[in-house]
């Protein structure tokens, strides 16, 4: 039996129901107990690649459980190539980030980011380790020819 990777299956679905352009949605859920919860830049086990050339326009992060930890832990959102790991999120300290708080995404219509490489969403923790936590990305986009 194959392996399959279901990022990759679920970017290559994304694509085939806009094939001629159109605006798409991304989601990645970072989740303390899937993904831990030690500084550094994160890969959530749910996420999905963001083709190169994506134009980003808007998007929310929504933390369905607290963002919690036993210092002043911070959580950024960005990309794990094409952008910066804050591009999507600049550092936020873990009291923004109570259960479903809602913070909109620094790119919107006015200052898209365009990706200049394929990357999966990512999240990056600071400060401190953090002890709890679910929070869903939710990004609009769109992919430009070039």
Known sequence: MATTNPQADLSAQLAAQAPNGGFQTAKAVYSFAADGGVQGTI???RTVSLPKN???VGGSINSTTAFTSDGSATLAVGTSAGSSTTSILGATAKASLSANALIDAVPVWATPVKLS????ITVTI????ATAGVVEITLLYDVANA
């Open 126 to 129: 600071a400060t401190a380790d």
């Open 54 to 56: 994506a134009v980003i």
């Open 43 to 45: 890969t959530p086990k």
């Open 117 to 120: 490489a394929a990357g999966n």
